[in-house]
């Protein structure tokens, strides 16, 4: 039920429509959605800005009136959110079956302004990351939600997703010290997956990107050992092959080619999301190579059990935090460009446009409307 | 035909955009020193509505009025109290005339425009400049040497929904622009042909090929081409048409269709019809990489960008209507008085006028040849 229909029903019924819904079905009121268990929690309704992608490859920055929390919710007044660009470029196009409009994001940090009665473990005040969607402010259920370290800034911070995403991956990829990896893209994912890989041990570690323009971004001290464009690797000498093959595309066609640089009983790391579908052989891609391939989507995730290999969100990214915070992982040099979330139109258009050079664009939604939302109708 | 309903909610409002005007508007700069006197000339319908766009535009004024037959002229003379001369020769003689508005039929411009030039006095033409190119050449040279100001009717720039949609091209909304289409289907009658369409003024030049220079591409076509020229910024570099005359009693055509090119590559085609006894249909349609825009009947605009533009979210139409009634050829005519007074350059010169005709031109001779033919370029470098 939205507000349109709520007036429409009274219209109906009533034959009457009081003033201050008279204005439901315009303007501002236009935005909000009311499902009916809201109304019954009676949550606020509060005025925030968002980025709404109305149809395929069109994004825009509107402001919205949002609905509060409910009692197992944090509200985030929120700093900076990240646009993961391979990703987010993939669900702009529509190619993985997401339908629009469409709410982007999923990483993300801010400063708690209120929480539910059910959450005990943040308290206003508390600087946060997690799950948060490009959008201020929002509400964050508190399993997506951790505390930042003080020595962590909110720009690093803002990684915490895709850290996460990267990490689960590691860890059911269970390397072992001194294997080598081929990491194939060198977007966002494929650049932690180097930085992180190596902080698992993993030796040397060779990144593959269509151009040679992440070249520098991903070989460093704390990233990869060696840039090769795809095409440099595809006319490589044949070599025995790696001991991991970690795919970070989301190509639909890449096993085979993951498949052909992986060593004999070498494991090929799905972690990119795949969109499209793609012919593969499961003699000449798996079964006569001997590889193992493992899937290690973010959707693969365990929610509450702990096993080798298979650690929850929440282990996921404390250690994400941690590892930042004493120095190990290094993100800030992927930080490519700040954007104001109003300009939105314009950086989504030119993220269409596939410029190799950008790797992570953080939205800075410090700037956007008041520091704290205001209430204009308290439930 | 005039203001009929739209029966759909038009989502924005003109008063919203009214900032359109005040950017580049000569009237909200300029002081208005001295009115320039004007004389209009032709009596037929076009000749006295041009006569009263005269008396309306603030910075000038209505000299005379002429005509070869005095019977169509001395009704307005007499209610504007101007002189009513049947002599166009004692006209351009007179002192008390600046500049000269004909409103005649097309084979007359040449002559009686190259005379107001050699008697000093500045031209306003109706559209089209001339028949053809040679003509117009002729026009433009004499306008140029005798150094009198030159301007011709496309006083459709001035509508507000047109300005609008240069507004919005101009500031990238739509991209590149990689096309354009006009839509031009209605019934024009046999009354029109003979003369216009309340038949005060009879003749028949309209049917004839030699005097019109051509149907309904040089006589209403020409219009949208030439505010197409303005919104975009493109000029038409080659062109090809069809046509025939088919349910008119007339040498010219009734019906054309037309493909072109811009010179940024761009393409476009026309498809328009004068024996259409459905309702009118009046389209002109620009689209570029990142959007589309649509003039229809009724000042109507229809938008889709892909980019946000002012109050306008981005990905989904929207119908801008609602647009104030203005008399787009008295401000037209306006604009030229200010700007002649004050020694400024003028809107529409002799160059929108001549690469009009050479388009139009391209397009008749290219069906003959049976080929595209390129547009020949204006020849004078600008002042």
């Not at chain 2, 005060?200 to 030049?205: E, F, I, P």
């Amino acid at each position: 039920m939205n507000s349109q229909n709520i007036k429409n029903t009274l219209k109906r019924y009533k034959q009457y429509v009081p003033p201050f819904l008279g204005r439901l079905g315009t303007g501002i009121w236009k935005s909000l959605e009311i499902p009916l268990g809201a109304l019954l929690e009676r949550r606020a309704i509060l005025k925030g800005q968002r980025i709404v992608w109305p149809v395929a490859e069109v994004a825009d920055f509107e402001r919205a009136l949002l609905l509060g929390p409910t009692s197992s919710d944090a509200l985030v007044q929120v700093d900076f959110t990240l646009i993961s660009p391979g990703t987010e470029r993939a669900q702009l196009q529509g190619l993985v079956g997401n339908d629009f409009p469409y709410y982007a994001g999923y990483s993300g940090c801010g400063e708690v302004i209120s929480v539910g009665k059910n959450i005990t473990r943040f308290q206003k005040g508390d600087r946060v990351a997690g799950r948060i969607p490009h959008k201020s402010p929002a509400t964050v259920q508190e399993q997506y939600l951790f505390r930042i370290p003080e020595n962590v800034s909110m720009e690093q911070a803002a990684f915490i997703e895709l850290g996460i995403i990267v990490l689960q991956g590691i860890h059911k990829a269970q390397i072992q010290p001194g294997e080598s990896a081929l990491v194939l893209g060198q977007g966002l994912i494929g650049q932690l997956a180097n930085r992180l890989s190596r902080i698992a041990g993993a030796a040397p570690i060779i990144a593959v990107a269509r151009s040679k323009a992440k070249e520098k971004a991903a070989v460093n001290d704390w990233g990869a050992d060696e840039f090769l464009t795809s095409d440099e690797l595809n006319e490589a000498e044949p070599s025995d092959g790696y001991d991991l093959v970690i795919e970070t595309t989301g190509d639909a066609n890449i096993l085979p080619i993951a498949s052909r640089f992986a060593r004999k009983g070498g494991r090929i790391i799905g972690l990119g999301t795949p969109r499209g579908r793609g012919r593969i052989s499961l003699g000449q891609n798996g079964a006569r190579p001997g590889v193992r391939i493992i899937g290690a989507h973010i959707s693969g995730i365990p929610q509450y059990e702990r096993a080798p290999g298979l650690w929850t969100y929440q282990s996921e990214g404390r250690l994400f935090l941690d590892l930042v915070a004493r120095h190990k992982l290094m993100v800030d040099d992927l930080i490519s460009q700040k954007a104001d979330p109003m300009s939105a139109n314009s950086v989504y258009e030119s993220l269409l446009n596939e410029n190799p050079g950008i790797i992570g664009v953080l939205f800075d939604w410090r700037s956007c409307g008041p520091r704290r939302a205001k209430f204009n109708f308290k439930g | 035909m005039a203001n009929a309903t739209p029966s759909f909610r038009i989502t924005k409002k003109w008063h919203k955009w009214k900032i359109l005007y005040d950017n580049e508007a000569i009237e909200d700069t300029v002081l208005l020193k001295k009115r320039l006197r004007i004389a209009a000339v032709g009596g037929g319908d076009i000749g006295i509505r041009n006569a009263n766009s005269i008396k309306a535009a603030q910075a000038a004024e209505l000299a005379a009025v002429c005509d070869i037959d005095p019977a169509v002229i001395r009704d307005l003379a007499k209610s504007y109290d101007v002189p009513a001369i049947t002599d166009y020769d004692r006209l351009i003689a007179r002192s008390d005339v600046d500049a000269v508005f004909l409103s005649i039929p097309h084979h007359l411009h040449t002559q009686m425009a190259i005379q107001a030039a050699l008697a000093k006095k500045h031209v306003l033409l109706e559209k089209p400049l001339a028949t053809n190119s040679q003509e117009a050449t002729k026009i433009v040279e004499a306008c140029r040497a005798a150094g009198v100001r030159l301007t011709v009717n496309f006083s459709f720039r001035y509508r507000p929904v047109i300005e609008l949609a240069r507004r919005l091209i101009k500031d990238d909304i739509l991209g590149k622009i990689s096309g354009t289409q006009i839509n031009l289907f209605q019934l024009k009658g046999t009354k029109y042909w003979a003369g216009g369409f309340t038949g005060r003024a009879t003749g028949d030049w309209r049917r004839s090929k030699e005097k019109a220079g051509g149907g309904v591409l040089i006589n209403t076509i020409c219009h949208a081409l030439d505010y197409l020229r303005y919104c975009t910024g493109l000029e038409v570099t080659r062109a090809f048409s069809e046509y025939g005359t088919y349910a008119s009693p007339v040498e010219v055509e009734d019906a054309i269709t037309m493909s072109y090119q811009y010179n940024n590559g761009a393409i476009g085609s026309i498809a328009s019809s004068t024996f259409w006894h459905a309702n009118k249909r009046d389209e002109v349609l620009v689209w570029g990489t990142h959007g589309s825009l649509r003039i229809e009947e009724n000042n109507v605009l229809r938008l889709w960008s892909s980019r946000p533009w002012k109050s306008l979210s981005p990905g989904k139409e929207h119908l801008l209507g609602d647009f104030p009634q203005v008399d787009y050829t008295s401000k037209w005519i306006d604009r030229f008085a200010r700007a002649v007074e004050n020694g400024l350059p003028h809107d529409i010169t002799g160059r929108d006028g001549w690469i009009n005709n050479a388009v139009i031109e391209a397009a008749y001779r290219s069906r003959d040849q049976r080929r595209a033919l390129s547009v020949e370029s204006y020849p004078w470098q600008e002042l």
